[in-house]
């Protein structure tokens, strides 16, 4: 199924030179929580850095003109990424928490009242709970929770009464612990149709599935640099225009404005209107690079890839520990993102990744900032591979064979 070859791939990603202290390769399987960075986006920032850096939309010397049209360029491989009708409805943010901060308090604040509801899952990350928990602390809105079935989907048995009246649904188009890909089409037709917005968080599905704002009938769709090749540092929010436009900002100061007096202000236009202060300029010619390379490979080919590997990971974790391993989320390899979270044995999660650190082998174990999820699974945490272009099924075999020592040592 796929089109590249990931020993090519690996070649482009300097951290797979690194020498590991006993000489084994590293295997990555954490790229849910961060992803590597290929050569392209590290020359590209350091390019920017030596020649070409200088604040951006202010001066009009021609390295700072450069800088900007760098800037802008990289706007609009963002907007093509997606789908996006023009670079003006892509806006620039430190990372995907800071987009649906945004949503929350530049739309929220404008257009949400004391017993309004939001309409949230329970499969959500933190980033797109917790700002609507403080809306709900500071405006008295009402917030409801589409439940997660046995089976790791979205249980939509109660959607017509829970989404009846609601203002905005937000939901995450795929769970960065069960994998899950979630029905975003679906919702978002029902929650137009009930008249509300809708918050598509695409942290975890940006990097990996082809993205269409408009089929997936989002209003905003956020997501994060680092998860997707690029830096740290940056993320990104795609709004719809119009909605964007009749938004008040978000923060205030330099660069988001046209005018300001002493009495008061006039914002700048779409995007730069939430883009107050210098922003993150190479961090952002460093996505437009990680765009460029993730095109190179075809998102359709990246897809395929991960759905081969998760495939791959599920039947042999299984067949070679049986009942001993437990892999949340959906059964089906193309109903979800190359995620695995699962339980071992009864080894602590911690205990786990410590282990496997010891050969190598990096997965997270934790909470995965989703800890209304952990409740509803019954467990305080999970271990969490997580797979991307750069991994095989070497890496798979790794972190079974990893597995086993896991075992020889605790149980
Ligand atoms: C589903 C999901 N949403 C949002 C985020 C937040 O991304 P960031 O930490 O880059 O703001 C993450 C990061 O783990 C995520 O997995």
Redesign the pocket.
């Known amino acids: 199924m796929t089109d590249f070859e990931v020993a090519t791939v690996r070649k482009d990603f300097p951290i797979f030179d690194r020498p590991q202290s006993d000489g084994r390769p590293l295997v990555y399987l954490d790229s ?2 961060s992803s590597q960075k290929p050569r392209a986006v590290l020359d590209a920032m350091e390019h920017y850095y030596e020649t070409t850096h200088a604040n951006v939309h202010r001066g009009v010397y021609s390295i700072a003109e450069e800088a900007t049209r760098l800037m802008e360029e990289a706007r609009g491989k963002l907007a093509a990424f997606v789908g996006a009708r023009s670079s003006r409805e892509i806006v620039f943010a430190k ?4 987009c ?1 901060n945004l949503v929350a308090n530049a739309w929220g604040r404008a257009n949400l009242r004391a017993g309004d509801a939001v309409l949230l899952t329970e499969i ?2 933190h ?2 709970l917790v700002p609507w928990l403080m809306l709900k602390d500071q405006l008295g809105i009402e917030l409801r929770y589409i439940p997660v079935g046995p089976d790791g989907h979205l249980d939509l048995t109660d959607l017509d009464r829970l989404i009846d009246g609601v203002r905005l649904l937000g939901v ?1 188009a ?3 612990v069960l994998g899950t890909l979630t029905p975003v089409r679906r919702l978002a037709d029902a929650a137009h149709a009930a008249g509300a917005v809708v918050v598509v ?1 695409g ?2 599905y940006a990097p990996h599935l082809v993205t269409d704002v408009g089929a997936l009938g989002a209003d905003f769709f ?1 997501f ?1 640099g ?2 997707l090749l690029g830096p ?1 540092g940056i ?1 990104v929010l795609w709004g719809r225009e119009e909605l964007l436009d009749a938004m008040p900002p978000f923060l205030g100061g330099g660069e988001m404005i046209r005018d300001v007096r002493l009495d008061g202000f006039t914002p700048n236009e779409l995007p730069w209107k939430f883009e107050a202060g210098t922003p993150p300029i190479a961090e952002t010619i460093g996505l437009g690079a990680a765009v460029d390379y993730l095109q190179g490979l075809g998102m359709e080919a990246v897809r395929a890839h991960e759905v081969g590997l998760t495939a791959y990971a599920m039947r042999t974790l299984t067949a070679r520990h049986g009942t001993d391993i437990k892999v949340f989320g959906p059964s089906e390899p193309a109903e979800r993102g190359g995620v695995l979270s699962f339980a071992f044995k009864d080894v602590h999660p911690h205990d786990i990744s410590q282990v496997l650190d010891q050969v190598g082998v990096c997965v997270r174990a934790g909470h ?2 989703a800890k209304p999820l952990m409740r509803r699974l019954g467990v305080a945490a999970t271990a969490r591979a997580s797979f991307y272009v750069y991994n095989d099924e070497a890496d798979v075999d790794a972190l079974s064979d990893a597995l086993d020592a896991t075992s020889d040592l605790f149980c």
Not at 95 to 98: A, F, H, I, M, R
């Open positions: 849910a929580s990372n995907g928490t800071e649906l959500e990350h980033a797109n995450t795929m769970s960065n968080d942290a975890q956020a994060t680092h998860k740290t993320g995965h900032c």
